[in-house]
């Protein structure tokens, strides 16, 4: 390829003639990212209070190992050394944080806000250097589908989560009905943010019809399928932030029923 | 009537500076009428290209106020004019002078790219039949005008100068236009990774913010490529797929 001579030197480190607030942007993201990272750390590292009732907080869903009735397999594993760290979130949220890390979306965004690779289009940058994603580390961002695989899962198990979060049990009497309480339409709500965000996944899409160039020749429901993708798509960013705040407001929901500090208001 | 001041960039390969202008905006005035205003009025040296005056021909790719924009397609109502509107040529192409860059580097890509290459024609008389909903992704992407505000304003070539490496977001556009095409039988996503480095892109959308046309560069054309590339050097999975097939 051609090589082309520029006389003008490299901008300096945020130099620009932008005359807007081009600051804001990366600012907000960073503190958004930052905001929800510091929280859903130490959520994860409490063990206790993420469940209440018939909810189970996402951040420890599925619980594999734990004291909650939602345990899968039982207390925590009698091999787990006792100088490590326990709490049932950490067997399991290596995959949502894994499947945001590597997303597209986000990709894009945190080397903006906190790499500053570019601080925005038409800054000026700090390093020199460039190796973006097409060597050793960042070429490692591929893996991205097979976090998507994982991730379409959580989407069914947290679905279960919500159904089972319409089955209250009666303390005094042991029986179990069905029931709408406030808890109920926090963990709907977040599993369809969530969905919303992971089927409009750019892997997802690609997979199930972005790779063919002759869509027309597929199934009509695979086409179909495309179509619904790629609409979703098309708000990915807006999907991936809702459903971040949401399922950080479901932990707290979740933990604060747990605390006895709120209490889940039942609609039905 | 309004009076707006103008900085604009003067200069050549060997330097330049700002210098003012001011002039009278009156309604429905775009950038680029200022600047032809000036040039008419008080510099008539100024070096500025433009062609259409309609936002077709890509000529008068330029930076208003640090934003890669077509001067022609910026309307002054859209400016703030309180403070001097800075105008000077895009950044990461060589200066010719004043506002007109040397954008010849991209021709020169555009010509490494295989072209077009159909599979044998469907009809005895040399023609093809194709469906509209395959094309469609197709035609978002013909709609490109070679403004090249998206080479402008991406970080790899602005910043990095990666001009002998990255083809930039305008050819990965042609690309994808040629390598989603349902008739194109050629096969670019070997040299898309390795010559055309789509690698280096990271995906942090400039590009697509400042297209004219509003093509989607980013979501529509880049990531389906770089998931191309996935499925074909880096996915152990697919490559077991295609051994069986
Ligand atoms: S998304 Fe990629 S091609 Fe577009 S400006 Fe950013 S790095 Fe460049
Ligand atoms: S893709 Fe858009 S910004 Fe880039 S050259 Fe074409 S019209 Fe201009
Ligand atoms: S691209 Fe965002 S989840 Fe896959
Ligand atoms: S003069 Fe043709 S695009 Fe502006």
Redesign the pocket.
């Known amino acids: 390829m051609a090589q082309v001579t520029i006389a003008a030197p490299v901008r300096r480190f945020g130099e620009t003639t932008r005359s807007d607030k081009w600051w804001i942007q990366p600012l907000v993201v960073a503190a958004g990212l930052g905001l929800f990272v510091a929280y859903s750390t130490w959520a994860a590292f409490q063990g206790e209070y993420y469940h209440s009732g018939p909810y189970l907080s996402p951040f420890y869903s599925p619980e594999l190992f734990g004291d909650s009735p939602h345990a899968w397999f039982g207390p925590k594993p009698a091999v787990w050394p006792a100088w490590l760290p326990w709490s049932p979130a950490f067997l399991i949220l290596g995959i949502p944080v894994g499947f945001r890390l590597t997303c597209y979306y986000y990709r894009g965004a945190y080397y903006k806000a906190f790499w500053a690779d570019p601080p925005n289009c038409a800054v000026g940058e700090p390093r020199a250097s460039y190796l973006g994603e097409r060597s050793f580390p960042l070429i490692i961002q591929n893996v991205h589908r097979y976090f998507m695989y994982l991730a379409v899962v959580f989407i069914g198990l947290l679905a279960h989560d919500a159904w089972k979060g319409l089955w209250f049990t009666d303390s005094a009497t042991g029986v179990t009905s069905f029931g709408v309480g406030v808890g109920s339409l926090v963990l709907m709500t977040n599993v369809t943010l969530l969905g919303g965000y992971t089927f409009g996944c750019h892997s997802l899409r690609h997979l199930v019809g972005g790779l063919a160039d002759q869509l027309s020749a597929a199934a009509p429901l695979r086409q179909s399928t495309y179509d619904c993708v790629s609409c979703l798509n098309r708000r990915h960013m807006l999907w991936a932030w809702m459903s971040l705040v949401w399922v950080g407001f479901t932990d707290v929901y979740v933990r604060m029923c747990a605390m006895g500090i709120w209490t889940d208001f039942r609609l039905l | 009537m309004e009076t707006a001041t103008f900085r604009i960039w003067r200069g050549n390969a060997d330097g330049g500076e700002f210098k003012e202008y001011s002039t009278e905006i009156t309604d429905g005035m775009v950038v680029l009428d200022a600047v032809l205003q000036i040039q008419a009025a008080a510099a008539n040296d100024l070096a500025v290209r433009w062609n259409c005056k309609a936002g077709k021909c ?1 000529s008068c790719s330029a930076e208003v106020n640090g934003n890669p924009r077509l001067m022609c397609m910026t309307r002054m109502d859209t400016v703030p004019t309180d403070q001097p509107v800075a105008i000077e040529p895009m950044q990461t192409f060589p200066s010719i002078r004043d506002l007109v860059t040397d954008v010849s580097w991209n021709f020169t890509v555009k010509q490494g790219i295989p072209p077009f290459t159909p599979r044998p024609a469907d009809a005895p008389d040399g023609t093809w039949r194709m469906q509209q909903r395959d094309v469609n992704r197709v035609q978002e992407f013909r ?9 402008d304003v991406c970080h790899v070539l602005r910043d990095h100068r990666k001009h002998d490496e990255f083809i930039g ?2 050819f990965l ?1 042609y690309a994808a236009a040629l390598e989603m095409h349902p008739l194109d039988v050629a096969d670019r996503v070997e040299e898309l990774a390795e010559a055309d480095g789509i690698g280096y892109c990271n995906i942090t959308k400039c ?1 697509t913010k ?4 509003e ?1 989607t ?1 980013t979501d529509n054309a880049i990531i389906p490529l770089k998931e191309r590339v996935v499925d074909r050097l880096y996915d152990p999975i697919s490559k077991l797929l295609r051994m069986f097939r």
Not at chain 2, 143 to 151: A, D
Not at chain 2, 210 to 213: A, L
């Open positions: 890509g709609k490109c005008i070679e403004c090249f505000l998206c080479q977001p305008r556009v590009c400042v297209c004219p046309e093509i560069i």
